[in-house]
């Protein structure tokens, strides 16, 4: 109901389309309001160690300082990923959004191993800790506040689809899990001289810990490249392959530049029987009709298909039921085919797309093909150039 209210009053519209400026301002209303919250936490938290002495309690508080610092940077993240592009960035500035992630993932990895190595040291040196009923009892109310801020983030986070909100929603999760541990050892420590406090302070570094590493490999992962979303590589090919004169797709390779902004270059077959204006039209009104219907800046490099001549059907057939019988996942494309000086097919020159888990080694790939066509013909040759694909 409190995520319906807030997406209602800061972000107009949201239901209806989810725009570059509406997404932006989603990251930014989540990111000032995990900013408030944790702040509110923080102070309460600060508060409440300074009454019990607890390690863990300060441990919790600064953690919640650590999430308001996080949400500043998740803030700062999108509105400078919403620049356009200029002189010195023409790409935009969409990539900002996961330096931000860095930054957030960095900052927690370096809080979880300060409050483990002063977890640790109060297992020796325990303090004095001394929490009543009431103390637990406000302590574990602020789960509620995380408990909300997960749900929330979550929703944002699966709205506009950003990593960097999707794991302020884990952290949130895993605050709740962290707070509970913290109140379940503020409750043992009552009853016993055992260092409970300073077992559940390193619970909760570990914890931090986890997250801040899980963070810190999925933004990295990005900012290295990664292989794009199935379904993007799936719209892509279905309208590629729906307008008229392409007949095959191949070689696609994606940059990400930010969410919702993708530079794409792709292979496409045409035939070989038109003209170099017609052969032009067919691929600038294919990088049009993308550009209409995905966030993608689409070029097209056109492959002449030959499919009027028997010969080459003929053998392109046969090469690819054997490479198909090989791996279904291999791709062959650019084929042609080479003839000695009395007009017989001596040699069958393509190349072909290999998905980068194949374990077999391309000499192997070529030594089994050339095998599997001679029995067509003992004395032709296969000229093969094998390429790793860029998507899964």
């Known amino acids: 109901m409190l995520t319906k209210l807030i997406l209602k009053l800061f972000v107009p519209g949201i239901n209806e389309k989810l725009t570059v400026q509406n997404r932006t301002r989603c990251g930014i209303v989540c990111g000032i309001t995990g900013i408030v919250c944790n702040i509110l936490l923080a102070i309460v938290k600060i508060v409440l160690a300074v009454i019990t002495g607890s390690i863990a309690i300060a441990a919790d508080a600064v953690n919640n300082l650590s999430d308001a610092a996080s949400s500043g940077i998740a803030v ?32 927690i990895v370096g809080l979880g191993i300060t409050f483990l190595k002063d977890s640790i040291v109060q297992l020796f040196r325990p303090p004095e800790t001394s929490a009543t009923a009431v103390t637990i009892v406000i302590f574990g109310c602020t789960m509620l506040v995380k408990c909300w801020l997960f749900f929330f983030c979550r929703k944002i986070g699966t709205l506009i689809n950003s990593d960097v909100i999707k794991a302020a929603a884990f952290d949130s999760l895993g605050d709740c899990l962290g707070t509970s541990v913290v109140v379940a050892s503020l ?49 892509l090919r ?35 029987s038109g003209d170099r ?116």
Not at 240 to 263: A, Q, R, T, V, W
Not at 359 to 372: D, P
Request: aromatic share 8%; net charge negative; proline share 5%.
């Open 76 to 107: 700062a993240g999108f509105r400078l990923s919403s620049r356009p592009p200029d002189a010195d960035h023409p790409f935009g500035h969409g990539r900002t959004e996961y330096v931000a992630g860095l930054i957030t993932a960095l900052l």
């Open 277 to 392: 204006f017609s052969a032009h039209d067919i691929l600038e009104n294919a990088e049009v009709a993308v550009g209409s219907k995905l966030p993608v800046h689409l070029l097209l490099h056109g492959d002449p298909y030959n499919k009027e001549n028997p010969e080459v059907i003929y053998w392109r057939s046969r090469m690819e039921n054997e490479v198909a019988n090989f791996d279904s996942e291999f791709k062959l494309y650019d084929f042609r085919i080479h003839k000695a000086d009395d007009g017989k097919v001596e040699k069958l020159s393509f190349h072909l797309l290999v998905p980068h888990h194949c374990a077999v080694s391309e000499a192997e790939i070529g030594e089994i093909l050339q095998q599997k066509m001679s029995r067509y013909d003992s004395d032709l040759r296969l000229d093969i150039r094998i390429l790793r694909s860029f998507i899964r």
């Open 187 to 235: 409750i043992a420590s009552r009853y016993t001289a055992f260092p409970v406090d300073g077992c559940a302070g390193i619970v909760v570094a570990l914890m931090i810990l986890w997250a801040g590493t899980s963070v810190l490999k999925d933004t990295v992962s990005k900012l290295l490249g990664e292989p794009p979303a199935e379904t993007l590589v799936s719209d």
């Open 238 to 272: 279905k309208i590629l392959l729906s307008c008229p004169g392409i007949d095959g797709i191949h070689d696609i390779m994606i940059h990400n530049y930010g969410e919702n902004s993708y530079y794409v270059t792709a292979h496409a077959e045409i035939s070989s």
